[in-house]
């Protein structure tokens, strides 16, 4: 169905979670700015709140995340996060409604249970929740019965596994040993706590993977019940994650092996019923980001894919970024700087990017490829990306005419290069992003 053409994707490119991307965040945007927007705020607003602690660092993961084996640290932590909590809902306005909360990290269950419900009360008693869609990520090594009142509870539906793969040898060469039952057991908790949409979270390009090991991983996978999965590539970029220096680079497959596993995971999860999201997610007909996706209502924001329409996303924590339509702005990404400012009572934003009416645009553009695979494009936008575009048209992967840009089905792995088109800051940055497949 796809065919290679390893010249268009020679280029790395942003994921696009969001327009401008974090790359061109600058120190000109502060407390200030946040606080401004956070009371201009109305209407549906979604929160983030990020644990960026683990108990056991893996090898090829490169989220802001640290060990959890300091517990002073950790509570210090957790104390500044409830001081941010207050902080903001004191500016939000009245009319704001609280409709999502993802909790994520980092293993939000790095932190005891009696912690999470203390935090889930504190956003309770500061912030104006109506009736939450609640979601969280979670590490099935350290998921202990405890955490299935817990999540019950606070009435969580959506979870999402790290998985990554079900080949012992490759979780040994990735520093994520989990064996079949404990995944078992973590599934058959969240089932019984209440979870109605279950994510797994998958990888290929894994060193030394083979297809049958990535074949019997989505067969598992599928096995499980997964609503939903999320198949990424795995990106090896250790000098800038220094921690995947220990994953033995010559055994990764090259640029056509990774092509082809993300071809024979696509055809075999569509096979399974799974329906496409994007490029790299996938989610059972029945679930809410399935309906999403076939009825035109997609969106994409810092967590991927999403059938999310709040056009405020607040982040909570440390390197969490708020969304706001004329604003992105993320919190100290130093947990101990970010404790510091908590504890003066300042809001945590240090980093951002103010959004242009352009940016707007080109932003709508980019994700409405991403999401739709087709795009409203006006003859100046179009002009100025032709040069960008002209390769990607005359392999087939694209058409455009009537002030419509179209990806067409074989075109789908080009996806995220083919929106890079209509990026103006990809001209000049020096920032090196994942490989586009």
């Known amino acids: 169905m796809w065919s290679?053409?390893?010249?268009?994707?020679?280029?790395?490119?942003?994921?696009?979670?969001?327009?401008p991307t974090a790359a061109e965040f600058g120190p000109d945007i502060g407390p200030e700015d946040q606080a401004r927007a956070l009371q201009g705020a109305e209407g549906d607003v979604s929160l983030y709140i990020h644990i960026p602690f683990c108990e056991k660092i893996c090898w090829y993961c490169g989220c802001n995340t640290g060990a959890a084996n300091r517990r002073q640290r950790l509570?210090?932590?957790?104390?500044?996060?409830?001081?941010?909590?207050?902080?903001?809902g004191g500016l939000l306005p009245e009319n704001t409604r609280i409709r999502r909360i993802a909790f994520g990290g980092g293993s939000p269950n790095a932190i005891a249970p009696t912690d999470f419900v203390r935090l889930f009360d504190a956003l309770t008693i500061y912030l104006p929740l109506d009736a939450p869609t609640i979601s969280i990520e979670l590490?099935?090594?350290?998921?202990?019965?405890?955490?299935?009142?817990?999540?019950?509870?606070?009435?969580?539906?959506?979870?999402?596994?790290?998985?990554?793969?079900?080949?012992?040898?490759?979780?040994?060469?990735?520093?994520?040993?989990?064996?079949?039952?404990?995944?078992d057991r973590s599934t058959r908790l969240l089932r019984e706590a209440g979870i109605t949409s279950l994510n797994f979270d998958l990888m290929y390009g894994l060193p030394g993977q083979t297809d049958r090991?990535?074949?019997?991983?989505?067969?598992?996978?599928?096995?499980?019940?997964?609503?939903?999965?999320?198949?990424?590539?795995?990106?090896?970029?250790?000098?800038?994650?220094?921690?995947?220096?220990?994953?033995?680079?010559?055994?990764?497959?090259?640029?056509?092996?990774?092509?082809?596993?993300?071809?024979?995971?696509?055809?075999?999860?569509?096979n399974e019923g799974y329906v496409p999201?994007?490029?790299?997610?996938?989610?059972?007909?029945?679930?809410?980001?399935?309906?999403?996706?076939?009825?035109?209502?997609?969106?994409?924001?810092?967590?991927?894919?999403?059938?999310?329409l709040a056009p405020v996303l607040i982040g909570l924590g440390a390197s969490a970024i708020s969304s706001f339509p004329d604003l992105l702005v993320q919190n100290e990404k130093n947990s101990g700087r970010y404790r510091m400012l908590l504890s003066q009572g300042r809001l945590p934003g240090t980093l951002g990017k103010a959004r242009s009416p352009?940016?707007?645009?080109?932003?709508?553009?980019?994700?409405?490829?991403?999401c739709q695979s087709r795009a409203r494009v006006s003859d100046s936008y179009l002009r100025e990306a032709w040069d960008r575009l002209a390769p990607y048209v005359e392999a087939g992967l694209c058409m455009a005419g009537a002030g419509e840009l179209e990806i067409v089905p074989r075109g789908l792995p080009y996806a995220r290069s083919i929106a890079a088109a209509f990026d103006p800051y990809r001209q000049h940055s020096p920032r090196r992003f994942s490989s586009a497949v």
């Open 213 to 270: 090991d990535l074949r019997e991983t989505l067969d598992l996978a599928a096995r499980f019940g997964a609503d939903r999965i999320a198949l990424f590539g795995y990106a090896h970029v250790p000098h800038l994650i220094p921690r995947q220096k220990q994953i033995d680079a010559r055994a990764l497959p090259d640029g056509y092996e990774r092509f082809r596993l993300a071809a024979l995971g696509h055809g075999q999860l569509v």
């Open 75 to 88: 509570a210090s932590y957790l104390d500044a996060l409830h001081s941010e909590i207050a902080l903001v």
């Open 358 to 370: 352009d940016d707007r645009m080109r932003g709508a553009i980019i994700e409405a490829l991403l």
């Open 4 to 19: 290679y053409h390893p010249d268009l994707l020679a280029t790395p490119v942003p994921r696009y979670t969001s327009f």
């Open 139 to 183: 590490d099935p090594r350290t998921l202990t019965p405890e955490w299935a009142p817990v999540i019950r509870a606070i009435g969580a539906t959506h979870a999402s596994l790290g998985v990554q793969t079900f080949a012992p040898r490759l979780q040994e060469a990735i520093g994520r040993v989990q064996p079949l039952c404990m995944i």
């Open 277 to 308: 999201v994007g490029f790299d997610h996938f989610a059972l007909p029945g679930d809410p980001l399935a309906q999403a996706a076939t009825s035109g209502r997609l969106r994409r924001n810092f967590q991927g894919f999403t059938d999310d």
